[in-house]
């Protein structure tokens, strides 16, 4: 991504305008990539699982992504409308065939018309990954790593020249049955995800499209 950070910094804005266009299987390949997916080239220590872009506490997995597309990608081997989950291992998704996943959005957002955005990515934190390593008190390291990844979203949605906006105004409850999370997860944050028009300053993207989207 040739941006430099200092002006990734100061183009991040929240994106409320309306999407003209909308997402390509690439621009989701790149921004789940970069914002949620494992490092690909570098691993702190041999012994340690690999690294992801955004850290979280003692390295856990606390956080999974889901991708709801409210319409499908402009690709002509196009994915969507649905709900995938985003497999950070294998940086594939799997498709939880909810094609009236919008609808769900709708009845589940406070602000109903964030429903209309092409993509938005539903980010989940789970206390047992935590638990597992660290006491109660660590259940405040969840949000933490979810704020980290919120400002990862932000820095990657600019450098690629997409819009987006963190959303913490939803029903739990909602989100919940929609994504059929067991007792323990909870979703922590949405992330907004389209293609302003006109596009605003950008960098390129190094990300390989994801080529296999498991069923
Ligand atoms: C944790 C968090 C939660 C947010 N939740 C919402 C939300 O539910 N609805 C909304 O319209 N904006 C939401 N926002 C966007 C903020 O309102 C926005 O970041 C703030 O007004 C500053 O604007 P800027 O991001 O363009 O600098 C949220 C931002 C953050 C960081």
Redesign the pocket.
Known sequence: MPISLGRALTL???W?GRPITGLKNQDLADFLGWTAGFQTSFTHREEEAPHSYAPSAGNLPSLSCYLALTRATEDSLSIGPGLFRYLKAEHALVDLHRPDVQKQLQDGL??AEFASYPALVIVVADMAATMRKYSARHYRTLHIDS?IM?QTQ?LVTTALGLGG?????FSDLSLHRLLGLPSGSFPS?IFSLGRPEPAPPSGASGFSEATEFAE
């Open positions: 991040r804005r929240s409320y406070v602000q704020g919120a932000y906006c963190c959303i913490t105004g944050h």
